[in-house]
């Protein structure tokens, strides 16, 4: 086997990188594929929270750099999916404990053992981001169709461009398809034509993403009950080399939303 | 009533959509960021091709117009400089 190590980036904060790779890393495992999640924001750890992994934590990615222990013994099974590990970042230390190299080193000897390294970038631009894409065949930016998100999306995607990272796809998360159809709101389009890259997804707002983060429990175990789900689900296919047409996001009909208000008062 | 309409979210009817204007800030936002030419060096840009033309041949300086075109990733600096039509003799 020789992984594919794919690094998960934003620049911007909170634009979801961490849901998406944990989300990307339950779907491919869920298409047979052997996948390593490493969780790269160290001090600020939450991959393993988003997974409902964070009970379970011996060793850390810090931990294996330093040689007090083995890279096996830092690896998280998902008991939810034998082919789904997490390699969880320090939460004690910060991001001057890792060098691009260390990275590097880790990934390449994961890539004997596994299809895809998932690599969930820190925001920021600075180190962290560094060591982050050091290992990356491929990268993902993700960003929101917002005037920040999109801006700092640039930025990174010029600095990838400039280490030659190999090809960088494009998520957009977040979209609110009432506010795009009122005009109120960057469209896929927009955001693709103004940062000109390849688009890898497209992911509607989902409150289900929410109520699946407050469970542990990432939404790409259950495709069929969203659309974010499901768009998760079509990116994973994708990165298999599938072609999948993007997903039509039209706003939810008064129906739709009445049952949708209904139920979020029941649960 | 229009106020009332703004309340509701609603826009004026000269006022663009603010998704539309979101693109056109990032559009020349992303132009500065990856060219790191600020908006003030543009500007001096603009006025010293003005003075270097204008030693050769004679423009219109108040029509000079100096801006960035992308395609795909590349930026270009395009200079639109309307050139001042001689006088004709008879």
Redesign the interface.
Known sequence: MTAKVVTVTSGKGGVGKTTITANLGVALALHSQRVVVIDADVGLRNLDVMLGLENRIVYDLVDVIEGRCRLRQAMVRDKRLPEMFLLPAAQTRDKTAVQPADMVRVCDELREECDFVLIDSPAGIEQGFRYAIAPADTTIVVTNP??PA??DA??V??LI?AEEKGPIRLVINRIKPR??R??????VS?VVE?L??DLLGIVPEDHAILIAANRGQPLAFSHNSSLAGEAFHNIARRLLGEKVPFMVLREPTMWKRIVGLIRSGEE | MRALGRLFGGRGQDEPASGTVAKERLRLVLAHDRTSISPTLLEMLKDEIIAVISQHVQIDASAVEVSFSQNARETRLVADIPLLSRPKRR
């Open positions: 917002e005037v999109v801006r640039d930025r995607i010029g461009e506010l795009v009122r005009g109120e709101m960057l469209s927009d103004l000109s890259i």
